[in-house]
Structure formats: structure tokens, C-alpha cells
Nanobody, 124 residues
């Protein structure tokens, strides 16, 4: 059973930065794509950044130029550098893994395995 554990969340002021980490273990099936998602209060879970199996990256328009996803395959880690954070980006952030395809559409339905999330709070 694949397990994902996020860390690195916290409280920052607007304009600040955070780096989220996701430790991935128990990989017994092929995992092609990794991603970061968020769910704010009263909102649906949305994709923020996806790292496809072919090396390409996808980002939500609202975070392009500010957020960067990366991974360390040797240590089964996924990272999410978030800069210039905004109060409206306060949310629970989740990492996820998918076995659907080497490249997936920008949506949560293509991801099968999820962490429990780490809270990010951005104050104005």
C-alpha cells in the first residue's frame, strides 16, 4: 500500500514562502505521476502542480511563476516550493500519486493515493 506523508505546512504572512515535502513509501505498483493539490474552506480540492512521468510539469494558472514542484527519486520525496503566498491560498495541501498514465489531465480524478494533508495558513 502506497503511503504519502506531507510536512512543512505552517503559518506565514502574505508574500512569504513555504516548502512542502511529501515522503512516499510502500510503492508496490507503478507510479507515473505525482502532484500537489489543495482544498480551502468550503471549496473543492483543486490541482496546484503536477509532475508527470515524462518529466513535464503542469501548474494552475494562479500559481505559475510562484510555485515549483520537484522530486528526489532516490529518496522517494516530492517537494513543493511556494513563494509569494497569498491569503486566498490558505488551504490544506495534499500530495498525491497516480498510476493512470505517464501524463494525466490536470485533475484530481487521475490520482489514486493521497496523503493526509498539511495546513498552510497565509495571513494578510
Amino acid at each position: 500500500e502506497i503511503q504519502l506523508v506531507e510536512s512543512g505546512g505552517g503559518s506565514v504572512q502574505a508574500g512569504g514562502s513555504l516548502r512542502l515535502s511529501c515522503a512516499i513509501s510502500g510503492i508496490t505498483v507503478p507510479v507515473y505521476c505525482l502532484g500537489w493539490f489543495r482544498q480551502g474552506p468550503g471549496k473543492e480540492r483543486e490541482a496546484v502542480a503536477i509532475l508527470n512521468g515524462d518529466g513535464t510539469q503542469q501548474y494552475a494558472d494562479s500559481v505559475k511563476g510562484r510555485f515549483t514542484v520537484s522530486n528526489d527519486t532516490a529518496n522517494n520525496m516530492l517537494y513543493h516550493q511556494m513563494n509569494s503566498l497569498k491569503p486566498e491560498e490558505t488551504a490544506m495541501y495534499y500530495c498525491a500519486a497516480g498510476s493512470y498514465s505517464i501524463r494525466v489531465p490536470f485533475h484530481r480524478r487521475y490520482f489514486d493515493y493521497w496523503g493526509q494533508g498539511t495546513q498552510v495558513t497565509v495571513s494578510s
